[in-house]
């Protein structure tokens, strides 16, 4: 059972280009969650999603930050018009329901030159 | 602001002593949560405590919570150099689901 996948690992941009990073949960889980991690600080919630749905954005910034889990494929975070203070490592998580244990993907870490 | 933080930010040990570890949230919790992450990769769930519960223990790992002080501890016992890493706890708030707060973590070095 393959864990969390996400990719791209590393992603490098210019200010002003869009960042698509996927995440294709755990087999059988259909809760999903993106956090973002800033150097040397802990992760913050940013968007909880199931097939089709958005949960709860609380943590989203309002504007150039998009998130979908289709009903088909993986959850795609959207970052448009990527800015210097975009740049972090971006941590999706996916659970069966949604409490308890969370399972973590490997990151992908974005940087915007 | 954050809810859980993490008390020392970076502790330094040598191979076979015990690591303590603390963390102080401020609202009420449904069940707090020890992370671990290697530099560089993904977050690994070490274990979880309920709010009805005051101690836990996994292997070398024994967490207790103290929902009165709004606070838990992570103690690593006997520890090994593989064990360096950061570590983090998040809490669930009542209701908030999987939507984990997470402290800024404490940066672990065991030296052999």
């Known amino acids: 059972n393959a864990g969390v996948m996400q990719n791209p690992r590393h992603l490098v941009r210019r200010r002003g280009q869009e960042a698509r990073l996927r995440c294709s949960p755990m087999k059988g889980h259909s809760h999903v969650y993106w956090y973002r991690q800033l150097p040397e600080e802990g992760l913050k919630f940013m968007v909880y999603l199931q097939k089709e749905n958005i949960i709860d954005e609380s943590g989203m910034p309002k504007e150039r930050f998009s998130a979908e889990f289709p009903k088909e494929g993986p959850s795609i975070l959207r970052i448009q018009q990527v800015v210097r203070g975009d740049s972090a490592a971006y941590f999706c998580?996916?659970?069966?329901?949604?409490?308890?244990?969370?399972?973590f993907g490997e990151g992908s870490r974005l940087t915007v030159l | 602001s954050q809810q859980g933080e993490e008390d020392p930010q970076a502790l330094s040990i040598q191979e076979g002593e015990n690591a303590t570890m603390n963390c102080s949230y401020k609202t009420s919790i449904n069940n707090l949560q020890w992370y671990r992450q290697n530099s560089g990769r993904g977050l690994v769930h070490l274990i979880l405590?309920?709010?009805?519960?005051r101690e836990k223990h996994s292997g070398r790992l024994r967490v207790t919570l103290d929902t009165s002080k709004k606070s838990s501890s992570l103690l690593i016992t006997a520890s090994r150099a593989a064990d360096t890493a950061s570590y983090f706890c998040a809490t669930e708030a009542p209701d908030a689901g999987n939507m984990l707060t997470f402290g800024g973590g404490t940066r672990l070095m065991v030296k052999p």
């Open positions: 405590i309920r709010s009805n519960e």
């Open positions: 998580a996916s659970s069966p329901d949604n409490t308890g244990e969370l399972f």
